[in-house]
């Protein structure tokens, strides 16, 4: 890995709230998602989309990677969301409901018309059934799309499913969108947890989502950035065996076969071991 951008807590706030939108930048979150969507009324959509703007091209956030959620496809809004966000030059368009390669390549031509710097590339929210299905079609469609967000809320709606522990209504849908990020090498964030109370419950999700290979998740209240920081940065026992392994594979070069702690290392487990401490040394850069 040449580069890695930590993205283990990316919080949703919606861009009607002033006060919410100051907050943010005191928030410790790696990324931040400028709502024009579910959580703006329809009335108050057109300011809200003009303070989005305005906080992306501040500077004022740091570190944090900003992306502004923009209406869907064909609401009333989302012509002139995606004209201004692509304006304002955030780190990325995050867009609902993305549902096949075609709406791929028609996003990101409506970004460079409207004059989308080339550092703002395109999120697109995987939220439905034909999402899922078309999700490798979808993930290798542009170069410009960097990131799958999952929308599991819409999902298990869509799938007449229920919100459950262990999230196994879902399971085979999550497995296939992870499939299809990394056979086209993006990146790919969890859905929400809805229960802001349920820390237990909350940290349990987080925990399943970095088993399964998610870069971090989506958040919907600032008290579950601590939660998702630290579930999806590498403990310290991880990043002492990834250099202790990785120093055993240099040690060992040339003798045949090579152990650490008793297990047999490949080359495998060396390029994993590599990422781990990519991912570590990206984190502790952030300060």
């Known amino acids: ?159 007449y499913a229920e919100h459950v522990p262990g999230r196994a209504p879902i399971l085979p849908s999550l497995h296939t969108a992870l499939l299809a990020a990394r056979a086209a090498g993006i990146a790919i964030l969890d859905g929400v947890y809805n229960d802001v109370k349920n820390t237990e419950g909350f940290l349990a999700e987080c925990q399943q989502g970095r088993e399964m290979g998610f870069d971090g998740k989506t958040l919907i209240h600032p008290g579950q950035v601590e939660g998702a920081n630290a579930a999806f940065a590498p403990s310290e026992q991880a990043v002492a065996d990834a250099e202790g392994l990785i120093q055993a594979w240099e040690d060992g070069r040339g003798s045949g076969v090579v152990t650490y702690n008793g297990r047999m290392v490949e080359n495998l487990h060396v390029e994993s071991a590599r990422r781990v401490l990519d991912i570590h040394r990206a984190i502790r850069d952030l300060g």
């Open 1 to 159: 890995m040449t580069e890695f951008t930590p993205l283990r807590s990316v919080l949703y706030m919606p861009s009607s709230n002033e006060r919410a939108l100051e907050k943010a930048k005191t928030i410790p979150c790696d990324g931040l998602i400028l709502d024009l969507e579910d959580a703006v009324a329809p009335d108050a959509k057109p300011a809200a989309r003009e303070a989005a703007c305005a906080a992306a091209a501040s500077g004022d956030y740091g570190r944090r990677t900003l992306t502004i959620r923009v209406n869907g496809i064909g609401t009333e809004w989302h012509d002139a969301d995606l004209a201004a966000a692509a304006q304002a030059g955030p780190h990325a368009v995050v867009v609902p409901k993305v549902n096949s390669a075609a709406e791929v390549a028609q996003l990101v031509d409506a970004l460079e018309r409207h004059g989308a710097p080339d550092h703002t590339t395109l999120w697109a929210m995987i939220e439905t059934p034909v999402a899922i299905l078309d999700a490798l079609a979808i993930a290798r469609a542009s170069e410009r799309l960097s990131t799958f967000v999952l929308g599991t809320n819409d999902l298990v709606k869509e799938l």
